[in-house]
């Protein structure tokens, strides 16, 4: 078997090498308002749904790092197939925290593709052997290509109180409304699902107030792969940067591409890239992408080496994990707007490229989990010595 540097350095080339095929299928799979079979196909043989599968159930196992600097490499390609990615295999590695049984369900598939709602808007009712779950779920990205929902949902109990749990459910059992059009990550196909009396056997189901107890209890719960406990929210809200770096390096590439025998309208200027202010815009976007590029490296770093240790990160660790995430976000969408407001009027043609990677960060920049003025305000308080006001770390 391939050792873990070897098995990325695989998968990255692989991916490299799919990138202008990823980019010209990208008009395609906006229209379709999901991914075109071949952009799944590819991403697939190059083994990038494999990437935080367990090496026991033969999956690749990479580290978060690895993994992010993949995604970034779709999404220089095609945006909405990063961010479809970067769910499937967020979710996949989502998995590890959670019982045998269900681990060795879910990975008999070792390329596993899991879809979430990440939202409470369904109800689990004990029955025997489980729960019945109803429920709606709006923007489940990837759910076209699932095999499975990892969907959150209240339990009821018997003297009416709630506990949050994590439902993993077969794709199949789910309905799926035709309500996404949007005018960003239009290829993500996140529909809204509903799930109607739907049984999930007790296994299936992660209740963490139980988890917890039990841990405290000291009953033993199944271990993450060594070196791979980054912790839940900070290996999310980190991940996602991914695909915000690779879009910014994808628009960056595509205004240079597009710059050769370009003239100003209206001016004198018969070569864009002579204008001086062409050049400050191109550096200015090129300094925001590596500023991003540093914060999450810095991101990662900081949880692999807790991983590595087996320690927890720090309340302030998590914290600053929130604020640089965003602020990474915010430096890429940053970068691409600058971009395309110095790209002329032609820009806004669909088959131009550059307008679906300017419109896809600014739709993806609103996503409540990486939004900039909530993060910030977290990592703020924390900075402050309040307290964070939030579970989400």
Not at 165 to 171: Q, R, S, Y
Request: charged share 20%; hydrophobic share 45%; glycine share 8%.
């Amino acid at each position: 078997m391939a050792n873990n540097g070897t098995d990325f350095a695989s998968v990255l080339d692989a991916v490299r090498s799919i990138v202008p095929k990823l980019r010209e299928n990208g008009q395609e799979a906006e229209n379709r308002r999901w991914l075109p079979d071949e952009n799944i196909q590819l991403l697939d043989k190059a083994g990038v749904f494999r990437m935080a599968t367990p090496r026991r159930f033969g999956g690749l196992d990479l580290s978060l790092e690895e993994q992010s600097r993949v995604l970034a490499e779709i999404a220089r390609g095609c945006p909405a197939s990063s961010w479809v990615a970067m769910v499937w295999v967020s979710s996949a590695w989502m998995v590890t925290l959670y019982p045998e049984e269900l681990q060795e369900e879910v990975f008999s598939r070792d390329s596993a593709r899991i879809s979430g709602g990440f939202s409470p808007t369904g109800v689990l009712t004990p029955t025997e052997g489980g729960y019945l779950l109803n429920g709606t779920w709006g923007f489940n990205s990837g759910c076209h290509g699932a095999d499975w929902n990892m969907m959150l949902a209240f339990v009821e109990r018997s003297d009416d109180s709630m506990d949050d749990a994590i439902a993993m459910v077969p794709i199949s059992e789910f309905t799926f409304a035709d309500d996404w059009n949007a005018s960003a990550l239009a290829a993500t196909g996140s529909s809204t699902a509903t799930a109607k009396d739907v049984f999930v056997p007790t296994h299936r189901v992660v209740i963490p107030a139980e988890a917890a107890a039990a841990a405290e209890a000291g009953i033993e719960l199944p271990a993450p792969p060594p070196g791979r406990g980054y912790g839940l929210y900070s290996f999310l809200f980190s991940q996602a940067v991914s695909t915000f770096v690779g879009i910014a390096r994808g628009a960056h590439e595509l205004f240079v591409e597009r710059l050769p025998g370009r003239a100003i309208s209206y001016t004198s200027w018969t070569e864009q890239k002579q204008h001086p202010l062409t050049q400050i815009q191109v550096a200015t976007a090129a300094s925001k992408i590596a500023a991003a590029e540093a914060l999450a490296a810095t991101m990662y770093r900081t949880l692999q080496e807790r991983a590595d240790a087996g320690e927890e990160p720090t309340l302030e660790e998590r914290a600053s994990i929130r604020g640089h995430s965003a602020y990474a976000v915010q430096l890429a969408k940053e970068a691409v707007e600058i971009l395309y407001n110095a790209s002329g009027a032609s820009v806004i043609r669909r088959e131009v490229p550059l307008q679906r990677f300017h419109r896809d960060i600014q739709g993806l920049s609103l996503h409540g989990w990486i939004l900039l003025s909530s993060n910030m305000e977290v990592y703020g308080r924390v900075l402050l010595g309040l307290d964070p006001d939030t579970p989400l770390l």
